[in-house]
């Protein structure tokens, strides 16, 4: 039995739904200097709390540990990601009546890839991210940054200057390790009558299509609508509309504010509670299968790495994301049997996948160094990837794939994979 009590409701966590072994934090990439260096892996399993039905993995690591100052994941690094920050920002503006009297906060800001458009529109508006080399950047666009961890302290601190018209939180709810404090926090910063909008993977995605690689020590909760109500409803808060996105194979976006609030409930809550329900999300039988599933893509992503070795051919892989170092070290693979991983990120060039060691490089090496397979590893990007890498089939032949549930060809229509949409890390 875990002696881990749950993130929300303090229940005794006792029921594994699925153990990915030991791995390093997922962003943790290593220089040259730091592959001499002994590696911290942590356990990496996901709970069920048969109490409340919240989703999480075991308390093995810090966030000051996974969100250091050298965290590399920039959102500005996706142009798909920047459109639908942009679109999310000019429907809010309408939706909620923003003008320049307004004041948006943005809980994990990143880079400024969203607020930037509020900053465009003469709208006052304050980031909150604690890591330090995405704040600056987000500065370089005139984005104002508080540059800590939030919660209800800092919540209350920043209340006494001026409460938030609208509050947003795009895949950082999932990052919390103190879930309750966090909702309280969304409670205090928030106007009487503003609102909340929340972005976070469905969990009812992750586990229908196997996505068992966006499990990973920076996702500390795995959120659907029902446990994400329950938690904000313990702070005083409702969710009064929610709307499925494509984003990160399958997300949620939920529109919360306070109970006693003027927001009319939308029909969409009620209809998309009732079809958690009938799936059975909170009940240990919905997730029977994620294990085996998970096993069987790793002893297929092996299989066909030794096949590629027995047949001479050279694998390399696109995408420096979060799911491919899931995927790659549950599968035990490493830079013997994948020669590089391409990434258009900057920030990421000349370091190592942490864990498998899989050195990253820019695009450009493809042309000078082209592999015979390409696995395209965030297959929630195949979308914006594969159109720029067709050259490659043409000139040499490089067959592209896709990883999950097993590498295989990548179609020609994007559509065709069924993991095919959204953006992430």
């Not at 494509?246 to 919360?256: E, F, K, Q, V, Y």
């Not at 082209?370 to 043409?394: G, S, Y």
Request: charged content about 20%.
């Amino acid at each position: 039995m875990s002696d881990m009590t749950c993130r929300h409701c303090r229940a005794p966590l006792y029921k594994k739904i699925l153990d990915l072994g030991h791995a390093p934090p997922s962003n943790a990439y290593l220089t040259q200097a730091a592959l001499a260096e002994p590696e911290t892996w942590y356990p990496l399993q996901l709970f069920l709390c048969t109490g409340c039905g919240l989703v999480q993995t075991r308390d093995f690591a810090a966030p000051e540990d996974i969100f250091g100052s050298d965290y590399v994941y920039f959102s500005s690094a996706s142009e798909h990601w920047l459109g639908h920050a942009a679109r999310f920002c000019r429907a809010a503006t309408e939706r909620l009546g923003l003008d320049k009297d307004s004041h948006v906060v943005e809980i994990a800001s990143n880079d400024g890839y969203l607020l930037r458009n509020f900053v465009r529109a003469g709208i006052s508006c304050l980031g909150i991210e604690p890591t330090a080399s995405t704040a600056e950047a987000a500065r370089a666009w005139d984005v104002p940054v508080r540059q800590a961890f939030f919660g209800k302290t800092l919540a209350s601190e920043l209340r006494q200057d001026r409460a938030a018209d609208l509050l947003i939180g795009n895949n950082v709810l999932a990052h919390v390790p103190d879930i309750n404090d966090f909702a309280e926090g969304l409670a205090t910063l928030l106007a009487p009558e503003g609102a909340i909008s929340l972005e976070f993977p469905h969990l009812l995605r992750l586990v229908e299509e196997g996505q068992f690689d966006t499990v990973y020590h920076e996702h500390y909760s795995y959120l659907s609508l029902g446990t994400v109500s329950r938690i904000l409803g313990a702070a005083g808060l409702r969710v009064f509309d929610v709307e499925e996105l494509p984003t990160h194979g399958g997300s949620l976006r939920i529109w919360a504010c306070h109970k006693a609030a003027a927001q009319k409930m939308a029909s969409s809550v009620a209809q998309a509670l009732q079809h958690e329900e009938a799936c059975g999300i909170t009940e240990p039988a919905y997730f029977e299968d994620l294990q085996a599933r998970a096993d069987k893509a790793a002893a297929a992503l092996r299989n066909f790495l030794a096949d590629c070795e027995r047949h001479n051919q050279r694998v390399a892989a696109y995408g420096a994301a979060a799911k491919g170092t899931t995927l790659l070290n549950y599968a035990r693979t490493d830079a013997r049997q994948i020669a590089y991983v391409c990434d258009g990120a900057p920030f990421k060039q000349g370091r190592f996948l942490p864990g498998c060691h899989v050195p990253v490089v820019g695009p450009e090496v493809l042309r000078g160094d082209p592999p015979d397979k390409l696995l395209i590893l965030p297959w929630n990007l195949v979308d914006e990837i594969a159109p720029a890498l067709r050259w490659l089939e043409k000139e040499h032949g490089t067959e592209l794939m896709t990883t999950l549930p097993e590498p295989r060809p990548l179609a020609h229509g994007a559509a065709e994979i069924p993991h095919a949409a959204g953006a992430g890390g």
